[in-house]
């Protein structure tokens, strides 16, 4: 790695300069000589009492915000725990309107793919804790890296372009945010065990500090380590998975200071799915990945493997006024390679690694500033730098000794994002949220092989307006409207032809909708429309005598529709949850749906809680998709037809309390017993398609969702 990728470790002290200068910046003039725990604005959940622990009765599995202006929805902590606990985060919110979430794989270890409002997960923005994770050279983002299940507070999504302080460079389609659990505060050490079929099995481990040091920096902590492995369902397709989790919470002059820390190693093997012949004849776990090791689809061959840590200092403080300033400087890193093989033309067996080394380091900045009572500002900025190197080494199969390299390059890209939003509130019932922000985008392009260099830089200005009008204290409409632009990603340099006239993709979101809250009842109902504008396509052209790969602005493509959620408690133990979408997706160059779009959805669900017990039952329609199948050598082109499918999980758990929860000592305060069905009707059918043998079209292969699974675990606190 090039040094000049290490300014990250130059700037580690950075949080520290400035969680100083805002706390001297935001002290009171007079500010008391001892602290003590009383400020439940400060550490949140730290300063939680018993109370808070105790109450019973249904939890809703989502809500919403009535006073948004965007839509807005939250997956709460009763679905985070209704999920099972070795699939991702994004299946805790596949029950929701115009989400289509599937995975490949290990049913949700290896990652999943999801499609918001048609939009897939290069076009929504990612966030954990409000840092942007989206990959800042080609905006991918993979779902298994973040967080287990067992530290995810809640997961919050914003279907549309957000607004003008959203931050990150894929809100397209939408915003998809984890919020990781806080510390508690009272002590505890919790273990958890967990099994399933295929040999899949978990070992959790989650200590928390409880408050301490009340009399000087009042504290919490908690520390979480989980390893979970899976041989697969599909035939080769072993996978495990190593992560450790820190989070800390202190008061530290007139603010909250929050330290945190992730760490995720994984390897898997992959799930290349199989021909209809192949599936037919070998049955459903069929597996193109073999056990050959002459052939270049040998498992041995094709998997991957790739470690991530995360980090960031936050400090949240007052200032005059209701007001409130916070910071979070992040830092990121990641190594790994997907592995495969290459069989030249009358040469010997080779094996192939694709490496990624990335160095991020990245500020957030936010504000609050109240003008009165009817005017709050909120100017922020983000501030990001990404440097990666890409490389793909051949290797002797035999031996394992590099033989050459494919390509070897540097990226590097800065985005700086400064914005200013403000929240006006004219009368009690209406309120208008206009905001501007303001992207610069520079990235350097570096062939290593030829020490040649490439330059882009793009910058754009973006405003956004949301509206909400309250008709009654609960019964609110609301309005959207927010422009957003996508650079183009680093392959605009390295795919067959580089063209210098491509142009950031931009679009146009427009969202008009209801909330509505009465305490039993709430939901929400949205239409919206989006217009793409310089959509991005790559395609295969005549140049001369060749035939290369090259990307160019397509001209513009369509996603609207609408979608309704409901939740209602039905009784002080029982809530159920219902939504539906319709979407309608269109890209002018095909005059052909969105790949992977679903046209329909639907959901009902149940959530119980009462006295030890608790159980969750939700069911899923997702109508027909399509995908595009391409041969790269005849140009032959289809779309494949996914079917429609239902699902459903189940998920029942008891609890036996053992002790209260503020009471210390080493003695057990609970264990409770889970247990989780996943696919309740073992509906197995096609989730993805690809070209198949010799890229054939007429012959691909298939991809099946995982068949009905059941999964045991057991949860003590000590």
């Not at 989980?226 to 495990?240: A, H, I, L, Q, V």
């Not at 422009?483 to 210098?500: A, D, E, I, V």
Request: aromatic fraction near 14%; charge should be neutral; include cysteine.
């Amino acid at each position: 790695m090039n040094r000049r990728f290490s300014p990250a470790r130059a700037l580690v002290l950075l949080p520290l300069l400035i969680s100083t200068v805002m706390a001297h910046a935001a002290a009171p003039a007079s500010a008391p000589s001892s602290q003590t725990a009383s400020s439940t604005y400060q550490l949140g959940t730290v300063e939680s009492t018993a109370a808070s622990n105790s109450q019973t009765g249904a939890k809703p599995a989502q809500s919403v915000n009535v006073s948004a202006t965007q839509s807005e929805e939250t997956a709460t902590r009763t679905q985070v725990k209704a999920t099972q606990p070795t699939s991702d985060f994004l299946h805790v919110i596949q029950n929701m309107p115009n989400v289509y979430v599937f995975g490949n794989g290990a049913n949700g270890m290896t990652g999943s793919q999801i499609y918001l409002n048609g939009f897939s997960e290069k076009r929504l923005n990612f966030t954990l804790d409000g840092i942007p994770l989206n990959d800042s050279d080609s905006y991918s983002f993979y779902s298994n890296e973040w967080a287990p299940n067992n530290g995810i507070s809640h997961v919050s999504v914003h279907p549309g372009a957000g607004s003008a302080s959203t931050v990150g460079l894929s809100a397209f389609g939408g915003s998809v945010g984890i919020g990781t659990d806080e510390p508690g505060p009272y002590f505890y050490i919790q273990p958890t065990i967990g099994g399933g079929q295929y040999d899949t099995y978990e070992r959790d481990l989650k200590i928390n500090s409880g408050l301490f040091a009340t009399g000087s920096i009042p504290t919490s902590l908690y520390a979480l380590t989980n390893y979970s492995y899976s041989d697969g369902y599909f035939y080769n397709t072993y996978t495990s998975k190593s992560q450790q989790m820190f989070k800390s919470k202190s008061l530290v002059g007139p603010g909250a200071l929050t330290l945190f820390f992730s760490k995720n190693n994984q390897f898997q093997n992959y799930y290349g799915g199989c021909t209809a012949g192949d599936i037919a004849a070998l049955g459903n776990r069929c597996n193109r990945y073999n056990n050959d090791p002459s052939s270049t689809d040998y498992s041995g061959y094709n998997y991957n493997y790739y470690k991530n840590w995360i980090t960031y200092v936050g400090y949240k403080a007052p200032l005059p006024g209701s007001g409130e300033i916070s910071n979070k400087y992040y830092y990121y890193y990641g190594n790994g390679y997907g592995a495969g093989a290459y069989h030249p033309y009358g040469g010997s067996l080779q094996t192939q690694k694709g490496w990624n080394r990335t160095h991020r380091y990245g500020d957030v900045l936010r504000s609050k500033i109240p003008l009165g009572s009817a005017l709050l500002l909120k100017p922020g900025v983000w501030f990001q730098f990404n440097g990666t190197v890409h490389y793909e080494a051949r290797y002797n199969a035999t031996t394992q000794a590099e033989l050459y390299r494919v390509y070897d390059e540097t990226v590097r890209t800065r985005t700086l994002e400064p914005y200013f939003s403000v929240e006006w509130m004219p009368t009690r019932s209406l309120k208008v949220t206009p905001g501007v922000k303001y992207l610069d985008v520079q990235r350097k392009y570096t062939d290593n092989s030829a020490n040649a260099s490439q330059n882009v830089t793009f910058t754009g200005l973006l405003p956004s307006l949301g509206v909400n009008y309250a008709l009654t204290p609960h019964w609110h409409l609301y309005g959207n409207y927010t422009r957003n632009m996508r650079p183009p990603g680093y392959n605009q340099f390295y795919t067959g032809q580089f063209n210098q006239d491509l142009v950031p993709e931009k679009t146009n979101s427009y969202q008009l909708g209801t909330y509505f809250n009465t305490g039993a009842w709430s939901g929400r109902v949205t239409a919206f429309d989006t217009q793409y504008q310089n959509y991005i396509l790559e395609v295969r052209q005549q140049m001369g005598s060749q035939t290369v790969n090259y990307l160019f602005n397509a001209g513009s493509a369509t996603y609207r529709g609408a979608s309704a959620t409901l939740t209602y408690k039905i009784t002080p133990a029982l809530s159920m949850f219902a939504n539906a979408g319709v979407l309608h997706t269109n890209i002018e160059y095909y005059d052909e749906p969105q790949p992977y779009a679903a046209n329909q959805t639907q959901a009902l669900g149940f959530n119980w809680d009462e006295g030890p017990w608790s159980a969750s039952l939700s069911a899923k329609h997702v109508g027909t998709r399509y995908v595009i199948i391409r041969d790269i050598y005849s140009h032959d082109v289809s779309y494949y037809k996914l079917p429609s499918r239902v699902t459903a999980d189940v998920s029942v758990s008891y609890k036996v309390a053992l002790a209260p929860s503020s009471k210390g000592g080493a003695a057990a305060k609970d264990i409770e017993i889970g247990l989780h069905v996943s696919n309740l009707f073992d509906q197995q059918v096609p989730t993805d398609a690809a070209e198949g043998p010799h890229y054939s079209v007429s012959n691909p292969y298939l991809y099946l969702s995982y068949p009905v699974t059941t999964y045991l675990t057991i949860t003590g606190r000590f």
